[in-house]
């Protein structure tokens, strides 16, 4: 019989499925996947979960802190009888030693109904009212007693609320809690604190997806079962928990994480992932492990990472993940946008034994000063940010500089001869600024900027757009740039964008390095790229960021014209 050649006449979509069944099932015989089991409260999933955090305690050893008793933190929650016969109550560690759990989680958009103040501590330390608590809390408290756990660490019931002083000494000590808790817990379905995490899931699958496909199945003796096809591929990193600046660096920081998320209940760890049910391949948490893996295990007694470790290939993905995660997270207090990264960063800082500046290391500093916004245009948070920095901006961004490739010649064009950090609070450098400067020297050649024209491009996609730039001097003339661009597009007044970018005006071209493409490189073609930042003049003595931008045209070295000379940027 003589088959027709399949002619494919427009693109089409192919999909992966898996088969699985379930349990009961006479197909379970022969395929080993099983549907998630949606029941994530049920006593099947408690053992699981059991067999899962005891498997890894055991025989993990790139999971463990140390082989001793870790220190409790200040205060944590004693859960008192494990069968909840009694309520728990808040104690005063004062240094003892025990295994505890962390519960990693949304609190929503306004304060909690219960939390821990200077009022309410002396009652919590005899009772706290459970039937009083949001659900997500209430759900902590039963899942910990389930793992056989006495004390459990939740930051609204154990850091004073009311207390600026409280928070400051307990937000700086958040990477050893998550890092030697026993377990974190993390509600990462939940969109705030009164969702809950327990109920059974019903409709799990995704939209984009639809149900799993049922469909008979003759096994080998004859029997007729059913199994279920469902896509391949399904990313975790799409739940709700994981859209928030502060728990990024809860789950990266933690060693195991039982994660109750919006379809099944799933086990992350330094080892690898594993999850109660569904597909068993095809996943990827392409930032947590490997970030786990580079810092965390390496922090342990058994691996120090000395100071000639920090250039190592790990470590600056590691560090370039750490940013694209991050910055594409929202925060409701403008002040968390720096805030809510400090603890990842004190740990970073271990291995890196480099100066933080602002979002950046001093090993980086020039090629990451080449960052881009990737994601929406939004205002700037309404704190104190200097604009160099990647924090000044509400949006995603990627540093944009692997010079891995060795195929490529790199040359840096500018030199950091000075900075200066002046944080909020003193001893916290990762923390809020009162002001910063970032002192450059190298070429700078100035342009006449058509703000008009940029708009055109402004919000078409994609983000990078050829934008035209007219010479203020006979200097410099830059015919094509490819220009990712950091400001909103309708600059309001008395705001710093409208300081920043007026109309039209004068621009000054800052190089930063160049790059030589080697013939036949992709669709590349050969020869140089000078990157580099645009920036405006804001007083006598100071400038702004407010552009990155590669060019690629023959005159880049009209960039380059001319004597170096030292600007500081704001």
């Given at each position: 019989m003589r088959h027709s050649r399949l002619q494919v006449s427009k693109p089409c979509l192919f999909i992966l499925w898996q088969r699985l069944t379930v349990v009961g099932d006479p197909v379970s015989q022969h395929?080993?996947?099983?549907?998630?089991?949606?029941?994530?409260?049920?006593?099947?999933?408690?053992?699981?979960?059991?067999?899962?955090?005891?498997?890894?305690?055991?025989?993990?050893?790139?999971?463990?802190?140390?082989?001793?008793?870790?220190?409790?933190?200040?205060?944590?929650?004693?859960?008192?009888?494990?069968?909840?016969?009694?309520?728990?109550?808040?104690?005063?560690?004062?240094?003892?030693?025990?295994?505890?759990?962390?519960?990693?989680?949304?609190?929503?958009?306004?304060?909690?109904?219960?939390m821990l103040t200077a009022e309410t501590i002396k009652g919590f330390m005899t009772e706290i009212p459970v039937a009083k608590l949001p659900q997500t809390i209430i759900d902590a408290i039963f899942t910990a007693r389930k793992l056989g756990l006495r004390y459990l660490w939740i930051d609204s019931l154990c850091i004073l609320q009311d207390s600026p002083e409280d928070k400051d000494v307990e937000v700086s000590r958040m990477s050893q809690i998550y890092n030697i808790a026993h377990v974190t817990i993390s509600a990462a379905n939940g969109k705030d604190c009164g969702s809950g995490f327990l109920a059974k899931r019903t409709q799990w699958w995704r939209e984009t997806d639809g149900p799993p496909i049922r469909l008979p199945y003759r096994c080998p003796e004859?029997?007729?079962?059913?199994?279920?096809?469902?896509?391949?591929?399904?990313?975790?990193?799409?739940?709700?928990?994981?859209?928030?600046?502060?728990?990024?660096?809860?789950?990266?920081?933690?060693?195991?994480?039982?994660?109750?998320?919006?379809?099944?209940?799933?086990?992350?760890?330094?080892?690898?992932?594993?999850?109660?049910?569904?597909?068993?391949?095809?996943?990827?948490?392409?930032?947590?492990?490997?970030?786990?893996?580079?810092?965390?295990?390496?922090?342990?007694?058994?691996?120090?990472?000395?100071?000639?470790?920090?250039?190592?290939d790990s470590t600056r993905t590691a560090w370039s993940n750490l940013v694209e995660q991050y910055s594409c997270r929202k925060q409701t207090v403008p002040a968390d946008r720096v805030n809510a990264l400090s603890a990842a960063l004190s740990i970073f800082q271990r291995h890196m034994q480099t100066k933080y500046i602002a979002g950046f290391w001093r090993q980086w500093l020039i090629p990451d000063l080449l960052w881009k916004r990737v994601g929406e245009i939004c205002e700037r948070p309404a704190i104190q940010l200097p604009s160099w920095s990647w924090l000044s901006v509400n949006s995603e961004v990627t540093l944009g500089t692997d010079d891995s490739d060795k195929r490529l010649k790199w040359t840096q064009l500018a030199t950091v001869v000075g900075y200066n950090t002046e944080p909020t609070k003193r001893g916290n450098p990762f923390g809020q600024l009162s002001g910063a400067y970032l002192a450059i020297r190298g070429h700078c050649?100035?342009?006449?900027?058509?703000?008009?024209?940029?708009?055109?491009?402004?919000?078409?996609?994609?983000?990078?757009?050829?934008?035209?730039?007219?010479?203020?001097?006979?200097?410099?003339?830059?015919?094509?740039?490819?220009?990712?661009?950091?400001?909103?597009?309708?600059?309001?007044?008395?705001?710093?964008?409208?300081?920043?970018?007026?109309?039209?005006?004068?621009?000054?071209?800052?190089?930063?390095?160049a790059v030589a493409f080697p013939k036949g490189l992709g669709d590349i073609p050969s020869g140089r790229v000078i990157q580099g930042i645009l920036l405006k003049k804001t007083s006598a003595d100071d400038f702004r960021r407010i552009v990155c931008f590669d060019s690629y045209v023959g005159r880049e070295d009209r960039l380059l014209i001319g004597p170096k000379h030292e600007i500081r940027i704001v």
């Amino acid at each position: 019989m003589r088959h027709s050649r399949l002619q494919v006449s427009k693109p089409c979509l192919f999909i992966l499925w898996q088969r699985l069944t379930v349990v009961g099932d006479p197909v379970s015989q022969h395929i080993h996947g099983r549907l998630a089991n949606r029941d994530v409260g049920s006593e099947q999933s408690f053992n699981t979960a059991r067999k899962w955090l005891n498997d890894c305690v055991n025989n993990h050893e790139e999971c463990r802190v140390s082989d001793t008793t870790p220190i409790l933190p200040t205060r944590v929650l004693d859960l008192a009888q494990p069968n909840g016969s009694k309520n728990p109550f808040l104690w005063i560690t004062e240094g003892q030693s025990a295994a505890y759990a962390c519960l990693s989680y949304c609190w929503g958009s306004g304060p909690q109904p219960v939390m821990l103040t200077a009022e309410t501590i002396k009652g919590f330390m005899t009772e706290i009212p459970v039937a009083k608590l949001p659900q997500t809390i209430i759900d902590a408290i039963f899942t910990a007693r389930k793992l056989g756990l006495r004390y459990l660490w939740i930051d609204s019931l154990c850091i004073l609320q009311d207390s600026p002083e409280d928070k400051d000494v307990e937000v700086s000590r958040m990477s050893q809690i998550y890092n030697i808790a026993h377990v974190t817990i993390s509600a990462a379905n939940g969109k705030d604190c009164g969702s809950g995490f327990l109920a059974k899931r019903t409709q799990w699958w995704r939209e984009t997806d639809g149900p799993p496909i049922r469909l008979p199945y003759r096994c080998p003796e004859g029997i007729i079962g059913s199994i279920y096809l469902t896509p391949h591929y399904r990313p975790l990193l799409l739940e709700p928990l994981h859209s928030r600046v502060w728990t990024l660096q809860e789950h990266v920081l933690s060693r195991r994480v039982l994660m109750y998320g919006m379809e099944q209940l799933v086990w992350i760890c330094c080892h690898g992932i594993r999850k109660d049910g569904g597909v068993s391949k095809g996943h990827s948490i392409s930032l947590l492990n490997p970030l786990r893996q580079q810092l965390l295990v390496d922090m342990s007694v058994r691996r120090k990472i000395g100071p000639g470790s920090t250039s190592s290939d790990s470590t600056r993905t590691a560090w370039s993940n750490l940013v694209e995660q991050y910055s594409c997270r929202k925060q409701t207090v403008p002040a968390d946008r720096v805030n809510a990264l400090s603890a990842a960063l004190s740990i970073f800082q271990r291995h890196m034994q480099t100066k933080y500046i602002a979002g950046f290391w001093r090993q980086w500093l020039i090629p990451d000063l080449l960052w881009k916004r990737v994601g929406e245009i939004c205002e700037r948070p309404a704190i104190q940010l200097p604009s160099w920095s990647w924090l000044s901006v509400n949006s995603e961004v990627t540093l944009g500089t692997d010079d891995s490739d060795k195929r490529l010649k790199w040359t840096q064009l500018a030199t950091v001869v000075g900075y200066n950090t002046e944080p909020t609070k003193r001893g916290n450098p990762f923390g809020q600024l009162s002001g910063a400067y970032l002192a450059i020297r190298g070429h700078c050649v100035s342009a006449d900027l058509d703000w008009d024209q940029l708009r055109l491009f402004h919000d078409d996609p994609p983000v990078k757009a050829i934008r035209s730039f007219y010479p203020c001097t006979n200097l410099v003339t830059l015919d094509s740039l490819d220009a990712s661009y950091d400001l909103p597009r309708a600059a309001l007044p008395g705001t710093v964008e409208a300081q920043a970018a007026p109309s039209n005006g004068i621009v000054w071209c800052r190089a930063i390095r160049a790059v030589a493409f080697p013939k036949g490189l992709g669709d590349i073609p050969s020869g140089r790229v000078i990157q580099g930042i645009l920036l405006k003049k804001t007083s006598a003595d100071d400038f702004r960021r407010i552009v990155c931008f590669d060019s690629y045209v023959g005159r880049e070295d009209r960039l380059l014209i001319g004597p170096k000379h030292e600007i500081r940027i704001v």
